[in-house]
């Protein structure tokens, strides 16, 4: 059988930056620890092969291709994207993000040591609650809100587009502040999407709709709220730094802890359950989520957890010619 090869699809701008990039740090820590091992990576443009949502037969050539951001699903390849927060990341056959296999796991907290969770749900609180860091940048200087609100996390019209939302962003919105129950809300466009999303928050207050379009910090958002809302944004686990229940508007593969909204009109029964329910234990499923279920592209298991996932996907070591296994 001839050696199989690791392509990565990357977007055409990091060609010749890509190991320099910072995310797309995990395709370099792949390059790093399977170079040297005999492993034959190659680089292409990910516009080359289609770019698409579902199953498809596009990949099957006998190589094994690792999309950026990919959603395609079939023989040959796997999808890589940022777990939200760095340093994780997902490297999956189903998809990434929303998509990714992991929101078809069943998550059991009994299976899932207090411990080592607390632990880490620490760390993760001190990297990025604490420092006031998110994966985007964020406002440096402190807001106030009175206590109680409700914080909106829109994500420009990109969901929807990939068929990745119940709602619109706008019809969320709208049922948010209009099932409030006179609480404030809150509402942050995203950073990539400001116009879009402005022009969604002008829309629902043009309507009559008592909302407060803000830019300040997430941390200070999520501090002085009951709650998050968003299609399926990172914003609402950094909520769950903060043990603030998340409601969403899509599908999501971190939904074993959050209320899903599937109809405007589910809202307000969505905010009531997540606020009168037991709250879901973050701490283990954080832990569960990152440290079972994603890769950490600095830790000493990097390169056996890739090499696993490799042979899952039909490549072991000997497929791509390896000279030894990972230990």
Known sequence: ???????????????????????????????????????RISVCDRRTRPFQAGTTDAYDDGDL???????????????????????FWHLDPAGMQAESSIG????????VPQRAANGFFERMRERYTLARRSRRAQEEEAASFAPGAISVFLQGSQPEENGLAHVSGEAMLRAVARGAGGRQVLVKPHPLAPEHDAAVIARVIAEGCSITPTTANVHDMIAASVATVSINSACAI????????????????????????RQ??????????????????????????FVRNCLNVGAPDFAAKVQAIFAQAGFPPERLGLRAPVI
């Open 238 to 261: 950094e909520g769950f730094l903060q043990h603030k229940p998340a409601i969403l508007f899509g599908p999501s593969d971190f939904h074993h802890v959050a209320q899903t909204v």
């Open 104 to 111: 078809a796991q069943v998550f059991d907290p009994s299976e």
């Open 264 to 289: 405007p009109e589910g809202f307000s029964a969505a905010l009531g359950n997540a606020l009168a329910l037991p709250q879901p234990d973050y701490r283990r499923f954080l832990y569960w989520y």
């Open 65 to 87: 291709h690792i999309l950026d951001t990919g959603r395609a699903r079939g023989r040959g390849v796997l999808n890589a994207s940022i777990a939200y927060l760095p340093p």
């Open 1 to 39: 059988m001839a050696q199989a090869r690791v392509v990565f699809h990357l977007p055409a701008r990091h060609l010749k930056d890509w190991r320099e990039t910072r995310y797309l740090k995990l395709f370099a820590r792949i390059e790093e620890a399977f170079a040297p091992l005999g492993a």
